[in-house]
Structure formats: C-alpha cells, structure tokens
C-alpha cells in the first residue's frame, strides 16, 4: 500500500481529483487531494498567493512516505517542496505537467514550447492578479474525452488562477533533484502539447516515463487508468 498526495492544476482544485481518489482506493491505497492556496476552499486571497506558499502547502500534508502527484502547474509548486524538504516525500509523479528548470518560472517554461494552445483561452482579471480561463474554450482544452456531464461538472468547478505563483523564478538544486521522479504523459493533451512533455523529459530513464493516450484531465476520463499507473509506479519504490 502507498499513499499518494495529489496537487492539481491552474484553475482547479482538489474536486479535480473526485474519480482518482477511489480508484486509487480500489487498488489498495491511500490517496489525499489538496487545494493550494486561493483555490477551492482554501480562502487565501489570490493577492497573496506565492510559489513558496503552494510548496508550502504541499509539504504540509506530506510525510515522507508520500508519493507526490503534480497535475500541470502543480509540477512547479512539488518541485518547490522537493527543494526545500526532499526528506519530507518518497517521490514525485508529473503528471503532463511542467518539469522545472532552475531560473525559470512556469510562464518561462510554457514559452519554451513551440505551440501554445492554451492562450486563447486566458482571460486575465481586471485586478491584474490572476486569471480565468474562458468556459466555451475549457471543455475542448481540458476534458475533450471526458463524458457530458463530467465535462459540464468540471468546467462549472473551475476558478481563478494567481498570476504570481507562475510568473516566479523556481530555485532547485541537488536537494530537489536527490527525490525520485516519475513521469505520466497525455498524448492526446491539448493544453501542454505531448511532444513538449517528451521533450522536458528527454533524458529521464525509460521506466521512469509512462504514457497516457488521454486528455489532460486523465483524473476524469480515465481515472482508473490513471490508477494503475500510479500503482505500477509505487511498486518500483
């Protein structure tokens, strides 16, 4: 048995994780979502939203058996707690998420892609602090293979995204780099293009990359899947 601490992305929240937390069950483990600061029910305001904040966050309901699961923009604030604490995890899982480079921020990272297609679909707040993102774009962006009601569900769910959190250089050393890494790419994700998470992972071990033939919301179109990875992962620890 395992236990897993998943950590959503922009705009979502711990609900994301609704059909992964049983299914993860179903096999034997122990699974905890959480909401990073402003999101959910967390009530941060999203005016004080940090990168360190989120990591912080994270660690606060680690232990060090946890694995560790970042969905997206979560892959930025694992990796934070990872530098700060790796004693604290036994793992971390990307989950098509963004893999960090030392000196970067998440918006860094998004740019280094030679397609971004989730642009279209951001709508930044007249308070200058966070953004939205359009529900008419979300569906085909998020959850294209996602059931109806599923679909309808999630986009009534999502929220405003802190703008600061992903505009801040992440700091990562030896520390970070000393916890094991794991990685689960979506290779029908029309949110961060398959070929760039290949490529953020280029010279990882290959049994330490797994493949998805999913949306980015595997949590909801196959969460059962998704399980069996993250199974098949715990049991190479």
């Known amino acids: 048995m395992a236990r897993f601490l998943l950590v959503h ?3 979502h929240g711990a609900w994301c994780w609704r059909d992964a937390i049983p299914a993860l069950e179903a ?30 966050a994270v660690l606060a309901a680690s232990t060090p058996e946890t694995i560790i699961v970042g969905h997206s923009w979560g892959g930025y604030p694992i990796s934070a707690a990872a530098e700060v604490d790796p004693s604290a995890m036994r793992a971390l899982v990307y989950l098509c998420a963004y893999v960090p480079r030392d000196g970067l921020s998440l918006v860094d990272m ?5 397609r971004q297609p989730i642009l279209p679909a951001v709508v930044r707040d007249a308070d200058g ?19 109806p ?13 802190a703008i600061l959190p992903q505009t801040t250089p992440i700091e990562i050393s030896d520390r970070y780099a000393s916890v094991e890494r794991f990685y689960i790419r ?52």
């Open 149 to 161: 009601e599923v679909v309808e569900w999630a986009v009534s769910q999502l929220g405003p995204q």
């Open 27 to 56: 096999l034997g483990h122990q699974a905890q979502a959480i909401d990073l600061p402003g999101h959910g029910n967390d009530d941060t305001p999203v005016g004080d939203c940090t990168l360190p904040g989120c990591g912080a």
């Open 186 to 237: 979506c290779a029908d994700d029309r949110t961060i293009p398959p070929e760039y998470q290949a490529e953020m992972v280029q010279d990882w071990p290959e049994d330490r990359v797994f493949q998805m033939n999913t949306s980015h919301s595997p949590f909801l179109s196959d969460p059962a899947g998704l399980a069996q990875h993250l199974d098949t992962i715990a049991g190479r620890l």
């Open 129 to 147: 602090c966070s953004i939205t993102i359009d529900p008419e774009q979300a569906p085909d962006l998020f959850y294209h293979d996602c059931a």
């Open 110 to 114: 998004r740019k280094r892609a030679e």
């Open 9 to 11: 992305g922009s705009c």
